[in-house]
């Protein structure tokens, strides 16, 4: 009889490494991700779709209005504008960091002083936003004897130049002042990626006749596409979420002119306690953000990144 | 500085004698009999504030930090000496009505609220977060003796008493630099043409630029908007706008901005329009009174004068190199008016200690506690002309004590939702179309209005 559990353990074994790879095993490993996703990420979606359709006023979900919020955002001109302006930061912005990111590290990567560079380079991003913001308003101050850009300009006898009060400067310093907090940030993730490309393919390309302006572009450029668009996708994300330097430089104005989607949304709740168009606010943001993170994710699939 | 006396003395004596009649109905905090109305929970009549609760402990909240913290602390004190309950301070600068709401959803809100803006005022009434001032067993119209009239209004929400304003400005003051005219040879405008004259004649005597303005902070052209607005159409007109009834593509709204854009122009302020939407409400005020000054004029409320000698320059000389005269008139029916920005105080919980601290507010006692750091104009009529510690804040509470009809800021009147005013401003004066931008307005303030209810 002794036989017999031996017998019986070879099938238990079998069962035993079966479920290992069933359900029951799968759903206990993932259950604690899964827990905290579905808190965090999942539940609030929904819960912002839920407020999306409330009026919401000072934050009471009692009245649910449908589609009114979205409908009287498209009326909002603000809104729109903010829509706009936003996508004026996701152009310029974002080229602007990786053409300044790229031609600083392909450039300190010559030098011997490379480590100086970045470090100089590096050192907006070590300042909070606000402070930031801060700082270039008083560079950007109408008064030459604060403004350092006036005085400068009042050297060679232009101005003053109302850089945060005229409609069509303010966007321009606004993301003047992102591009300086963002280069250095693009400039060590690409040099990284720079000391990634074999020198031998270099050296072949030298050796082959093509001058440096036709390594940068046909060689480094290509061989660093990745990093490149990884840190646009960065770049992106980030602007669409962008909120602090009009909030201290501008609030927004002047008149609705530096308003961004996050402000916006800022505005509705916080200032007008409209919470339901808030939330649709944010939904539209999601929105937006969706089509970057599936890039984003396609890239991520389809090859290893740095 | 000789007239100025002669200009004070008939206010002053007003106010005195207002509140020697008035005196026996203010409920005085040691002792003597509270005022008439049996309407208290507890039946019959009313306790006398000072023999209520003692020993009770209530928070106060406030947007207020720094200079403006200190003073109210003063008052704070002044209660805890008066009625033995303790009230304590809570700041909280930025994000205010937000922050309340929260509080009070999550059923912690302080005792005590000072609010900034009625609309928010009217949201809390409706929802249930604010207590009326008669659950408290204070009966409102027992209270209306203690104030000039119409000074309770702005606190009544559907015709219940709500709020009690606790302190104020002048909103109907414009500030200048004495020196500086007097240099000109020009006086002190009368009507809104004897300013256009002014700033003419400051231009002709080498001051290329006389009219200084922070509109990068919207409000101050809110400001400017109303005391036009207000002078030509009179107190019930402004009134009528800036309730559910207004109607902003009503024509004198647009007249009352095409007035002010005759003197918001280019050619009188430092850096023309677009260099004033970059200069802020403090940077205006330096652009006149700081050490290196380039405008003689600045339009805004009375708190200039704190901030003014404070912080932008110590060295001014109160009559010399900074005084104010009344906004200029137009002959209308608004010209004897006043327009005044307060903050509102409101109950949130019936706790002890809150009773009495809302009828302490309404007392001299307070006022003139309040008063006396120069922080604010007080509301409260008994409070002591002599209290203000300078001829500025003095001469700002005669003006308002003085006026024929005192009117609440009115785009602190508008609901929370309404569209951004000030940034509509900000429009108009860089000449874009008035009339597509009032349709706008009108459109989402109705809407606004109308989601209110």
């Known amino acids: ?306 | 500085m000789a007239k100025f006396p002669r200009f004070l003395t008939l206010p002053i004596a007003a106010v005195m004698i207002v509140s020697a009649c008035g005196g026996g109905g203010t409920p005085a905090p040691a002792g003597g009999s509270t005022a008439p109305g049996g309407s208290t929970a507890a039946g019959g009549s009313q306790a006398p504030a000072g023999s209520g609760v003692t020993g009770a402990t209530i928070t106060v909240t406030s947007l207020w930090g720094g200079s403006e913290q200190d003073a109210f602390q003063k008052v704070l004190d002044e209660f805890n000496k008066a009625t033995g309950n303790t009230a304590t301070y809570q700041a909280q600068r930025t994000d205010y009505a937000t922050v309340l709401q929260s509080k009070i959803t999550s059923g912690s809100p302080p005792d005590v609220a000072i609010m900034p803006g009625l609309g928010f005022l009217r949201q809390f009434a409706r929802s249930g977060g604010i207590k009326k001032i008669s659950d408290l067993g204070i009966d409102p119209t027992s209270l209306e003796a203690n104030y000039p009239p119409g000074i309770l209004d702005p606190g009544k929400v559907d015709g219940q008493l709500y709020g009690l304003m606790v302190k104020f400005n002048s909103k109907s003051t414009f500030w200048y630099r004495p020196d500086k005219l007097t240099a000109a040879g020009a006086n002190t405008p009368k009507s809104w043409d004897d300013l256009k004259a002014l700033i003419t004649t400051l231009q002709s005597k080498g001051s290329a630029t006389p009219l200084a303005l922070g509109a990068k902070d919207s409000w101050t052209l809110t400001d400017w908007f109303e005391e036009i607005y207000l002078r030509q159409n009179g107190a019930d007109a402004y009134k009528k706008l800036f309730s559910a009834d207004g109607d902003w593509t009503d024509p004198t709204v647009s007249k009352a901005l095409d007035t002010m854009k005759e003197v918001l122009t280019d050619k009188n302020i430092p850096g023309g329009i677009t260099g004033a939407l970059g200069v802020a409400f403090t940077d205006g005020i330096a652009q006149v009174f700081g050490t290196t000054a380039k405008a003689d004029l600045y339009y805004e409320g009375g708190f200039v004068g704190g901030i003014a000698t404070g912080q932008t320059n110590t060295a001014l000389e109160i009559g010399k190199t900074i005084d104010w005269f009344g906004f200029p008139t137009f002959g209308g029916p608004g010209d004897t008016a006043a327009e005044i920005g307060g903050d509102e105080i409101a109950a949130l919980t019936t706790n002890p200690g809150v009773k009495e601290f809302i009828q302490f507010m309404t007392t001299a006692d307070s006022g003139n506690t309040w008063a006396k750091t120069g922080a604010i104009i007080s509301p409260v009529k008994a409070v002591d002309a002599s209290s203000y510690p300078n001829d500025l804040a003095k001469k700002e509470a005669a003006q308002v004590a003085g006026a024929s009809a005192v009117v609440y800021d009115g785009s602190d009147t508008l609901p929370a939702g309404a569209p951004d005013m000030g940034a509509m401003l900000q429009d108009v004066i860089q000449g874009k179309d008035t009339t597509a931008l009032l349709n706008t307005f009108n459109t989402g303030v109705k809407s606004a209005w109308a989601g209110e209810k």
């Open chain 1, 1 to 306: 009889m002794t036989a017999t559990p031996v017998m019986v353990s070879p099938p238990r074994g079998r069962r035993v490494r079966h479920e290992r790879t069933g359900w029951g095993t799968v759903l206990l490993f993932l259950a604690p991700a899964l827990i905290l996703v579905a808190i965090f990420l999942v539940y609030p979606v929904f819960s912002t779709l839920r407020m999306s359709i409330d009026r919401g006023l000072g934050g009471n979900f009692t009245r649910i209005v449908g589609l009114d919020n979205y409908i009287s955002l498209l009326q909002t001109p603000s809104f729109v504008g903010s829509i706009v302006n936003n996508v004026l930061w996701i152009v310029f912005y974002t080229t602007f960091v990786i053409l300044f990111g790229l031609g600083i590290a392909v450039v300190a990567m010559r030098v011997r002083y490379e480590a100086t560079i970045k470090a100089i380079v590096f050192l907006p991003m070590a300042i909070a936003a606000t402070a930031l913001g801060v700082i270039w308003a008083f560079v950007y101050a109408t008064d030459p004897n604060i403004g350092l850009l006036n005085a400068i300009l009042g050297i060679v006898r232009v101005g003053p130049v109302s850089w945060l009060g005229d409609p069509s400067y303010v966007n321009a310093a606004l993301i003047a002042v992102g591009i300086w907090g963002s280069t250095g940030f693009a400039t060590v993730i690409l040099s990284a990626a720079l000391k990634g490309i074999p020198t031998e393919v270099l050296e072949a390309a030298r050796t082959d006749g093509a001058n440096e302006f036709q390594i940068f572009w046909r060689i480094i450029v290509p061989m660093v596409s990745l990093p490149i668009s990884v840190l646009a996708v960065t770049l992106i994300v980030n602007v669409i979420k962008l909120f602090d330097i009009p909030y201290v430089m501008t609030g927004g104005g002047p008149g609705n002119a530096s308003r961004v989607i996050a402000f916006e949304m800022y505005k509705q709740d916080f200032s007008a306690g409209q919470f339901g168009k808030a939330a649709a606010v944010a939904v539209v943001m999601l929105i937006l953000l969706i089509p970057v993170m599936a890039f984003n994710v396609r890239r991520f699939r389809s090859s290893a990144v740095v």
